[in-house]
């Protein structure tokens, strides 16, 4: 089960760090990774990490603002985002995957969204 959680309001140019908490003993076998939806739009990949964090990958538009990471011993995933744009607004959604390539095109597990707002 995945819980993400961190959502909220932030002004354009302010910084948000989501979180999902994995349950369940195989978080460090799984691969993870990071999806959004915004209103209207086809829900995107945002970033993906690997296994044991050697390996990340972002969409080109999250490039350098935002960065994915992951703490196996707490068996959370993060997503830590800077120069939050209001383009950012969306309901964001971990997701698990057997591998880097699976969570960052068809990921196994899904969580539940935790929505962030940017205002202008």
């Known amino acids: 089960q995945l819980q993400a959680l961190g959502g909220g309001l932030v002004q354009a140019g302010g910084s948000l760090r989501l979180s999902c908490a994995a349950s369940?003993?195989?978080?460090?076998?799984?691969?993870m990774g990071w999806f959004r939806q915004a209103p209207g739009k086809e829900r995107e990949f945002v970033a993906g990490?690997?296994?044991?964090?050697?390996?990340?990958q972002y969409a080109d538009s999250m490039k350098g603002r935002f960065t994915i990471s992951r703490d196996n011993a707490k068996n959370t995933a993060y997503l830590q985002m800077n120069n939050l744009e209001p383009e950012d607004t969306a309901v964001y959604y971990c997701a698990a995957g057997s591998s880097l390539v699976i969570v960052s095109t068809s990921p196994n597990y899904w969580g539940q969204g935790t929505l962030v707002t940017v205002s202008s």
């Open positions: 369940g003993r195989t978080f460090s076998s799984v691969s």
């Open positions: 990490i690997s296994r044991t964090g050697g390996s990340v």
